[in-house]
């Protein structure tokens, strides 16, 4: 049919049906809009009344579907509101609600005659009013069709008949004009450049842009996004205008508003403005220009867009920054917030706004570029960035390469307008902004059920019980959250053995490999000590820098739930220096371009943390085993010369003793003591990050090479693990590393680790277990206690179940990793924080701790 | 493990009609944990020995702790564990067990053998003492006891590691057999100083019954009720009251006339402090198990109280305490309990007049202060801030003391009454707040008082209150 039509709305927006009961509504609704879209009064009503005609009802039901409307609105999803909404102040709340949230109001008018309505409303069991009210919706409909645009509806449609009802074929959802998510760079976001023509080419030809008659084109096909402020100040705003016009217009690049280029706008437009703040200049260059030229001028400054989101949403490019919830929404609130962001209302000595910093609690996902307000070097917080350096102040012209991240300026030519503040106001330290605002974290981001977003597409979920323990671990044992930028996950043994007499065993390690798609791995010596996370560097300066860390020296040494691994500081340090020695005289630092290491480590003796324990418990179980058997032993030798048959107990208690004793060589293997640094052996496995860099993209067999040299610095601190690489297709291969670990651990050795060959390796489902390990039969006994290999109790402590602890392996290595490379792309603490916070969370699920 | 009992009496074999186990059998019965093996390793006219042998099961006891119901705390949650080698609450189960008749009083076959003293040894191999030899004397020579004992070191390639508290105890005494075993019953798990049940009412009562004929006198039977009723003091008191109104003495005037404990005195002193403050709404920072909520409570100035503390734990007693559930919605609103931590900026803390923190700061390592500080005075901001800790210095005045040697196992650091102001007048400095300090307790000369206060006020203008 020729009437046919689609009507047309805005992608995110909030949609409110106008027409009097009986219109066809919520028949119209159904056929257009999915149907958790429609948020219906009638339906409203009935939940909390069960009665969808109580007028009773009407208060709650319209404050739930306030609530209903506000939660999916929040979310970023179109709502339909299926109401009579005849009523000015009904309307009224929704447009209140759709400018709270940054949406667009849309109103679709079904403005049938009275008689249609009345027809079908006898036609209707299920409505049960008065005659009166139908004629009386419809009067008060026809009185607020003029007002509508009055009110704020941004796009109205009115369909008068039912024909016309019937041809709407559809709804078409626009995205916004913000809306960039399909553009995936690469940008080079530009700054304030205000008139700085020259700054303004040399900058881009910095950036590999070449001239090609005025129109400046990226062999790479790069694109500008400039961040307003094209105008006022400087020598030469048209030169300016004309090279960010050509680009935008030739779809060569992009640009937003700036406050000044507005202002300039409304001048081009006839306004009266003062010409303050450097617009005189702009108008004086501007008259030399041509009409046709200010012309375009003001059509380009009239179609430019508040801000863009771009990379399917994880860049947003806006004059004076944005806010989360305002991101790629339309509303005067949000075109002004990008203007000219948010002030306190208060002046500062210069006089100047005092600017709420806005970017201080942005917690969004997407990255935000933003000018507006000088700063002397363009720095990274919670993900914003502000890029203008103040070039026409004498500063600089700034690019930020996206997604590179790489900053890239050129100095201005001279000061070409005197700064209210001078630009090197702020008190410099060391510490970036991000360091500086990274002072205290904030209980809010890590209590409360959470779930954490890692790579390799794990999300990982913090039950709140298990952060409420995890905070008070935390809060009292560990140390400065800065340093904690990893922690280590728990360890997977291998399934049980199906050999009688042993309860781990090479085989299922190899057997787990093979059957998740691994061909090659690599089998370590496990060592019994305590696993240590250690952090070291050059000198303290260094740590300052990188970690924003103050007067706690040169590095850090903390176990696997990030408590001080060494209780007296001095100790520590001196540790540390021992160990920065070996890195500087094993050429470590050089080879690695870096003044600084994170290391996963082994750190013995056993008893040099685990004193208490030995002493409580291992120690202890020992000596009263070995006395009281010595005292039953007696005994029943004493009874064996009577009548009465003791055989059964003599052979029952006659094996006890040497289980025992076997029990006591295994935890004294592990124990030996140390004074001041001698006594102490470390050994590193995996070199966790440098200076910008994970190195979790290197096979274990590099790291383990890597360490190697390290360790020959320094015999006598170092320990270079011994190690095989084994293909797991090759029956040889496999004997050999099985009769190692039988060699190993007859020698009272813990056993092994299995890893496979790359760092992390993936699968179809995801990450396979990062390592394995393999403990000897007599190291087990510390762990299931003396007497765990007489049969009895073998065949029942085989049956145990590996899925939970695989499971929390899987998930800790994941956080952990995470946390690791949020750290090197420099991403605020609360972020590391929550993957270090989470481990740790996930440690306090029960699960049985012998595994 | 292992409990012999030796008599030389003549017939010394006449145990066995006493103890109703038959000496040419080696005999068996079950407690929970496992088995016990009864034999007699001597049998003659001079000598007798009866042995009981705990065969524990090491593997059964984690398993059937583990599951539903939680495990126990008898330290059972380990496979490496010393409770199969030691003479615990199970060696009672098993001596009840085992010689229930004789425990009983009853003998069948020679019914004058029962209330005859006769000289008995007895050997245990071994027990855990908590409180060493001390303990050990204190708890058996009043009962006529000859003690004498051998003490295990933890390691002996490790001498460093010191003495373990396993002793191979030998007992001797001129008494029944009957008196022996309930002595034995009751005193082996309190050297243990643990139970591998759940202690409740009827503990009492097997106190009472089996020590019905030696506790009242027993000069230490208050240690013997306190650990055999696993230090659960109320039920302590109960049944202290019953055992001496059996005496014939009371202990009421000693319990009108308990002193207030030093922590709760040192309580009221903050309470004071904080009703001087002028102050309407008040965070207990670090608040325990809410005694300071619950003083604060009975306030009218306080329209709000917040009480704040790590544990989560803590928390859901102090609630219990002062059954926050069960008030009126009004006063739900005046107190309200949270979980937080003193390490993390926390805006529910934010905008109250007053804070305290009594006895807190020392527990946390002296580094992390340094954010402690900003949390509470850079970002909380209370208007005024009182903060208590130990002074170290009253510490040379414990009869124990040693160098450098805490208070308290948690606490990180103890600070002299000089350093505590030094830190106090920094943090004044810094955070715009006027600081002055305060005795905590009875001074002392030279050294001062137990604990030290510092109450911050805070300069800024913007704070109207006070």
Known sequence: ?851 | MLLSITTTRRPASDLSYLLHKHPEKVQQVEIAAGAVHIFYPEVSEERCTISLLLDIDPIGLVRRNSGPGGTNEFALEQYVNDRPYVSSSFMSAAIVKAFSTAMNGRCKDRPELVNEPMPLEVEIAVLPVRGGEEVLRQLFEPLGYKVGFERHPIDEAFPEWGESRYYTVRLSNTTTVQQLLSHLYILIPVCDNDKHYWVGQQEIGKLLEKGKDWLPGHPARELITLRYLKHQKSLANQALEMLLQAEGESSEEDTKERKLRTHDLRLLAVRDELLLTGAHTVADLGCGEGKLVKLLWAEKQFERILGMDVSFRSLEIAKDKLKTDRLPPHQQKRIQFIQGSLTYRDTRIEGFEAAALVEVIEHLDEPRLAALEKVVFKYARPGAVIITTPNAEYNALFEDHEEGRMRHSDHRFEWTRQEFETWGRQVAETHNYSVSFKALGEEAPEVGALSQMAIFITKDTSYVKR
């Not at chain 1, 200010?294 to 430019?304: H, N, P, Q």
């Not at chain 1, 095989?724 to 099985?738: F, P, W």
Request: aromatic content about 8%.
């Open chain 1, 1 to 851: 049919m020729s009437n046919d039509r689609q009507i047309n709305v805005p992608e995110l927006s909030l949609v409110v049906l106008i027409g009097a009961s009986s219109s066809g509504k919520s028949s119209f609704a159904r056929r257009h809009f999915k149907s958790t879209e429609i948020v219906s009064s009638d339906a409203c009503r009935a939940m909390v009344s069960d009665d969808e005609n109580s007028l009773a009802a009407s208060g709650d039901a319209f404050d739930l579907a306030r609530v209903i409307a506000s939660k999916r609105l929040k979310n970023g999803l179109l709502t339909v509101i299926d109401a009579t909404n005849v009523q000015e102040n009904v309307r009224k709340d929704w447009i209140k609600l759709a400018r709270e949230h940054h949406v667009l109001p849309v109103a679709i008018v079904i403005n049938l005659s009275e008689k249609i309505c009345a027809q079908r409303h006898a036609t209707r069991t299920d409505r049960d009013f008065g005659k009166h009210v139908i004629p009386m919706q419809i009067s008060q409909l026809k009185r607020s069709l003029r007002r509508l645009k009055l009110e704020g509806f941004r796009h109205i449609f009115e369909l008068r008949t039912p024909e016309e009802v019937e041809a709407v074929t559809g709804i078409g959802r626009q995205p916004l004009y913000n809306n960039k998510r399909e553009e995936k760079g690469p940008f080079d976001i530009i700054g304030d450049v205000h008139g700085c023509y020259d700054e303004l080419t040399a900058l881009l030809r910095q950036l590999g842009y070449e001239d090609s008659s005025g129109l400046w084109r990226h062999p790479e096909g790069r694109k500008p996004v400039f961040v307003g402020d094209l105008v006022d100040r400087g020598p030469d705003t048209p030169g300016v205008l004309r090279t960010v016009m050509s680009l935008v217009d030739a779809g060569l690049g992009w640009c937003v508003p700036g406050n000044h280029d507005v202002k300039l706008l409304k001048w081009l437009n006839g306004k009266n403005v003062q010409p303050t703040h450097g617009l005189q200049q702009s108008i004086e260059q501007l008259q030399a220009e041509t009409p046709g030229f200010r012309e375009s001028v003001k059509t380009f400054l009239d179609g430019l867009i508040s801000h863009y989101v771009f990379d399917g949403g994880n860049l947003v490019v806006a004059h004076a920054g944005l806010r989360e919830e305002m991101q790629g929404r339309g509303s005067g609130a949000v075109r002004e917030f990008c203007l000219y962001g948010e002030t306190t209302g208060e002046t500062d000595e210069f006089d100047l706004p005092v600017r709420y910093n806005w970017a201080a609690e942005y917690k969004g996902k997407a990255q935000v570029v933003y000018g507006h307000t000088p700063v002397p070097e363009a720095q990274w917080l919670n993900r914003t960035i502000d890029i203008d350096t103040g070039c026409v102040f004498g500063g600089k012209l700034t690019a930020l390469r996206y997604p590179e991240r790489e900053l890239v300026s050129v100095p201005a030519a001279r000061v070409y307008c005197e700064p209210a503040r001078p630009l090197h106001y702020q008190v410099q330290t060391q510490l970036s902004l991000q360091q500086q605002h990274d002072d205290v974290l904030d209980i809010a981001d890590i209590m409360g059920r959470q779930i954490v977003e890692t790579m390799h597409g794990h999300r990982i979920t913090v039950r709140e019980e298990n952060a409420m323990a995890a905070l008070e671990v935390m809060s009292r044992w560990a140390i400065n959250p800065k340093w904690l930028i990893y922690l280590p996950p728990t360890m997977s043994p291998a399934e049980t053995s199906k050999l009688e007499d042993y309860l781990e065993y090479p085989k299922e390690a190899f057997d787990y490999y093979r059957g998740v798609g691994v061909d090659k791995v690599v089998c370590e010596e496990k060592h019994m000590g305590s696993r240590a996370v250690i952090i070291v560097a050059r000198d303290a300066d260094v740590i300052e820098r990188v970690f924003g860390i103050v007067n706690e020296g040169i590095g850090v040494v903390y176990t696997r739930t990030g408590r001080a691994f060494f209780q007296e500081e001095p100790m520590e340090q001196a540790f540390l220096q021992r160990l920065n020695n070996a890195l500087e005289g094993s050429g470590f630092y050089r080879k690695f371009q870096t003044d600084w290491v994170c290391l996963d480590t082994e750190l013995m003796p056993w008893s040099a943390k685990a004193q208490s324990l030995l002493v409580t418990q291992y120690g202890a179980t020992g000596t009263a085993a070995t006395h009281a058997l010595e005292a039953v032993m007696a005994r029943l030798q004493q009874a064996a010369s009577r009548p009465a048959d003791i055989t059964p107990l003599l052979e029952r208690f006659g094996t006890k003793p040497h289980l025992v004793s076997s029990f006591v060589q295994a935890y004294r293997r592990y124990c030996w003591p140390v004074k001041d640094l001698e006594g102490y052996k470390l050994a590193p496995f995996h070199i966790l990050a440098t200076e910008g860099k994970t190195w979790l993209d290197q096979d274990h067999e590099w790291h383990m090479e890597n360490i190697r040299d390290l360790c020959a610095a320094d015999t006598g601190l170092l320990l270079a693990t011994p190690y095989k690489v084994i293909h797991l297709d090759e029956e040889d291969s496999l004997q050999q590393a099985t009769d190692w670990w039988l060699g190993l651990t007859a020698a009272g050795g813990e056993g092994m680790v299995v890893k496979p060959y790359t760092f992390i390796h993936t699968n179809k489902r995801g990450l396979v277990q990062p390592a394995i390990k393999i403990r000897g039969k007599e190291y087990l006994r510390i762990i299931y206690g003396p007497e765990y290999t007489s049969p009895e109790n073998m065949s029942r402590l085989k049956s145990r179940g590996l899925s939970g602890k695989r499971s929390l392996a899987l998930r800790e290595f994941a956080l952990g990793i995470e946390g690791l490379q949020r750290f090197i792309n420099r991403e605020p603490l609360r972020r590391i924080h929550e993957c270090v916070f989470a481990v740790l969370a996930l440690e306090s699920e029960p699960l049985d701790p012998r595994l």
